[in-house]
């Protein structure tokens, strides 16, 4: 499947890394456009009177991966990948692995939980994905269950591999 994956901790953090990394040794054609720091809580913000800059990232991510650092908000990132970073629509968006809960009115202003809503918006199947709490650190679960996820959803689904590009 061609998966593209945001995030609102920013492009060095764990749980992006291993998310990407995982489904991308599942066998998934992975982009990774996330902020190039931390944003956490810009809810579904939109850059509007500066311009955004993504730079490629190299080195920290599976080497099948490719990886953009962007200037703007989660919802920014999926926007310009979608808009001018992919050659072909993805059959899926990933959000996360945020470190730390989404939960209640958390997702009101979660960066992760609207750069998935940006993929939503677009059409494209979505979710985000959060650890419970601050402390735990280990991302596998939440990579582990993705990766059996999109198996299943694409037994049940297909993919779009003779999807025409954007």
Partial sequence: MRL?????????????QC??????????????VCPDRERSATGHGLTLHDPIRAEPVTG???????????????????????????????????AGINHGPNLGTDVLCSGTVSAAMEGLLEKIPSMAL????FTNRNFEIGATFARDFLEHYDKTHGTSEARPPM
């Avoid at 593209?4 to 992006?16: M, P, Q, Y």
């Avoid at 998310?19 to 040794?25: K, R, S, V, Y």
């Avoid at 920290?60 to 310009?80: H, M, N, Q, R, Y």
């Fill in 130 to 133: 959060s650890l419970a709490d």
């Fill in 60 to 94: 920290i991510f599976e080497e099948s991966i490719k990886v953009w650092a962007c200037s703007g908000t989660p919802a920014d990132c999926v926007k310009l990948a979608l808009g001018a970073l992919v050659n072909h629509k993805p059959d899926f968006v990933l």
């Fill in 19 to 32: 998310l990407a990394n995982t489904l991308a040794i599942a066998g998934h054609q992975v982009t990774v």
């Fill in 4 to 16: 593209l994956i945001s995030n609102d901790d920013g492009v060095f953090a764990e749980g992006i």
